[in-house]
């Protein structure tokens, strides 16, 4: 590729390479942005949990289907970024929060002793991982949080019992509950209402239960809470 001289030229082939380019350049910036936050988010993170297993943290690109997750890797629990996804979702700016909630779940992990993955093999789980992930998000950074936009945690409050309902009725009728969570749903013309919902979810445990306590409570007994939040 050489730059400028290709951008004048009038053939599929020429804009094809422009187009190359420009990706190229926003998955470079993405990734600069990724290292220049991780090892910041990464020192808050073990000053306040005391962490001592081992663990991997993988950076790609050529897999556009997750922006980040936890997972087994080489026998360990991995953090994986995945670059084009942060920069079709225009996080490059946002990637210290995104950073944080994914060490959320990996936190979540090593606490609990148990793979994060299999537990959310039951849907309604998810309202506890990934509300305990976007939990520790706020702690780490702050808000806004990786995944807002202007106005949507105010719409999230005002609209809080509504959204309770939908997650209840779902759960109730079997139905799936996708649109909470995933990036290329919207509910309510919103998205990621479920990170809200679990966000909430684990700060009304806190009101009983500490943090590590509750990165370990039982299956059944989150179960029957979360139905107790709901209602």
Not at 89 to 100: N, P, Q, R, S, T
Request: a negative charge; charged letters at 30%; glycine letters at 8%.
């Amino acid at each position: 590729m050489k730059g400028t001289k290709l951008i004048g030229r009038n053939t599929s082939k020429s804009l094809s390479k422009v187009i190359k380019k420009i990706e190229i350049e926003k998955l470079r910036a993405v990734h600069n942005a990724l290292m220049s936050s991780l090892e910041e988010v990464l020192h808050r993170a073990h000053a306040m949990f005391d962490i001592n297993e081992d663990y991997i943290i993988v950076i790609y690109v050529g897999l556009e289907n997750g922006a980040g997750w936890v997972t087994e890797f080489k026998g360990k629990p991995a953090i994986l970024f995945g670059l084009e996804a942060i920069a079709n979702l225009d996080w490059a700016e946002k990637v210290k929060g995104l950073i944080a909630h994914e060490f959320g779940h990996l936190v979540h992990w090593l606490i609990r002793g148990e793979n994060i993955e299999e537990i959310e093999d039951e849907q309604i789980m998810w309202l506890y991982t990934e509300g305990f992930a976007q939990r520790i998000e706020d702690i780490l950074t702050g808000r806004p949080w990786h995944l807002e936009e202007e106005g949507w945690f105010e719409w999230c409050e005002r609209n809080e019992e509504m959204i309770k309902q939908e997650f209840l009725r779902r759960i109730e009728n079997g139905e799936p509950l996708n649109p909470f969570f995933g990036s290329w749903y919207q509910l309510f013309g919103k998205q990621f209402l479920g990170y809200y919902l679990g966000y909430k979810f684990i700060v009304w445990l806190e009101r009983q239960y500490e943090l590590t306590e509750i990165a370990r409570l039982e299956k059944n007994m989150i179960k029957e809470k979360i139905m107790e939040f709901l209602t």
